[in-house]
């Protein structure tokens, strides 16, 4: 059994689709925070068979709730002060997200001016759904930014 000890101050981000941790790791820029981070893979879940756990040991105004959000909203945020739980975040789907998406359409404004943002917006909440701002291009899986 492995053991990852508790943290004192910071956050857990909990129940992560299996394999996803290092996704949201590159998207939320833990790399380039001064913190300890532990990853864990494919820990056994009751709720979802298997999972992903990230542990972060800083504030967690240094973490961008709308990616993560946008990533995967079913994710459990924990905030940790003096080594225990003291508030559960709720994470809802962003309306707009800012260079978290590209857009894949060679028409789109942001092909030819690189400078743009790219911005998508919230167009079906229930099927969860967004599009590009400019073109209203439909976001894709595969339309992640890499950092």
Request: hydrophobic content about 35%; charged content about 30%.
């Amino acid at each position: 059994m492995l053991n990852v000890g508790k943290i004192e101050e910071g956050f857990v981000l909990d129940h992560i689709k299996a394999g996803k941790s290092l996704d949201i790791y590159e998207h939320l820029q833990l790399d380039k925070l001064d913190c300890t981070v532990a990853i864990i893979k494919n820990a056994k879940s009751n709720k979802m068979e298997k999972k992903d756990i990230l542990k972060v040991e800083c504030d967690i105004n240094l973490l961008d709730l709308d990616v993560l959000a946008f990533i995967d909203h079913n994710i459990t945020v924990n905030v940790i002060k003096n080594g225990e739980i003291v508030e559960k975040k709720d994470l809802v789907l962003p309306k707009q997200i800012k260079n978290v998406i590209k857009c894949h359409n060679p028409r789109c404004i942001t092909s030819i001016e690189q400078e743009l943002p790219h911005i998508f917006y919230l167009a079906d909440s229930e099927k969860e759904v967004y599009r590009c701002k400019y073109c209203e291009e439909k976001y894709t899986e595969s339309a992640l930014v890499k950092h």
